[in-house]
Nanobody
Framework: QVQLVESGGGLVQAGGSLRLSCAAS????????MGWYRQAPGKQRELVAT???????NYADSVKGRFIISRDNAKNTVYLQMNSLKPEDTAVYYC??????????????WGQGTQVTVSS
């Protein structure tokens, strides 16, 4: 079973920065993509950023130019560097991984989420 462990959330002032980490553990045959999603109170979960094998990335328009997604393949870890944070970035951030598990079955797994709160 693949598990994702997230860390790095917290409380920060507007304009500040945070770095989220998400480490995948368990037996993984292949990871096709990892990404970050977020859900604010009363709103739908939305895509923040994704990164696929080979390093290609995409971002939500609302975070483009402020957030950077990256990964360390050796550690099976994805990061989200969040700069110039705004109060509207406040949400629970969830890590996601898609790929093939050790049993050669498709994996689509989510982390528990980490709270990011940006004060004005």
């Amino acid at each position: 079973q693949v598990q994702l462990v997230e860390s790095g959330g917290g409380l920060v002032q507007a304009g500040g920065s945070l770095r989220l980490s998400c480490a995948a553990s368990g037996t993984i045959f292949r990871i096709d993509a990892m990404g970050w999603y977020r859900q604010a109170p009363g709103k739908q979960r939305e895509l923040v950023a994704t990164i696929i094998s080979g390093g290609s990335t995409n971002y939500a328009d609302s975070v483009k130019g402020r957030f950077i997604i990256s990964r360390d393949n050796a550690k099976n870890t994805v990061y989200l560097q969040m700069n110039s944070l705004k109060p509207e970035d406040t949400a629970v951030y969830y890590c996601n991984a898609v790929g093939i598990g050790g049993t050669l079955r498709r994996v689509d797994v989510w982390g528990q989420g980490t709270q990011v709160t940006v004060s004005s």
